[in-house]
Nanobody
Framework: QVQLVESGGGLVQAGGSLRLSCAAS????????MGWFRQGPGKEREFVAV????????YYADSVKGRFTISRDNHKNTVYLQMISLKPEDTAVYYC???????????????WGQGTQVTVSS
């Protein structure tokens, strides 16, 4: 069982930056690939980024590539999403999730956090 708690969301102007954190409980954090997803108003939940168990491999959605960076600290049981050059279309609830495999598909993720709101004003 893994419990995930996101933090770091908020209101930011376009062009600004935010860093999201996701703290995991349990001693099995390093056995999971970790992903970030987001769900904007009236939209489906979509993939943002994923990082491998060791942190050696990452993959990003085209819409955030070059602006977002996913990282993890297995000693702290935490995964991060650094976001720069934010755009109004990045406005969404951001979720972290844990998967036994690295995947872009939401259905491959077993555990989800409750989400944190990111709002980017123009």
């Amino acid at each position: 069982q893994v419990q995930l708690v996101e933090s770091g969301g908020g209101l930011v102007q376009a062009g600004g930056s935010l860093r999201l954190s996701c703290a995991a409980s349990g001693r099995t954090f390093s056995t999971y690939a970790m992903g970030w997803f987001r769900q904007g108003p009236g939209k489906e939940r979509e993939f943002v980024a994923v990082i491998s168990r060791s942190g050696d491999h990452t993959y990003y959605a085209d819409s955030v590539k070059g602006r977002f960076t996913i990282s993890r600290d297995n000693h702290k049981n935490t995964v991060y999403l650094q976001m720069i050059s934010l755009k109004p279309e990045d406005t969404a609830v951001y979720y972290c999730a844990a998967s036994p495999i690295g995947s872009r598909r939401r259905y491959d993720y077993e555990y989800w956090g409750q989400g944190t709101q990111v709002t980017v004003s123009s």
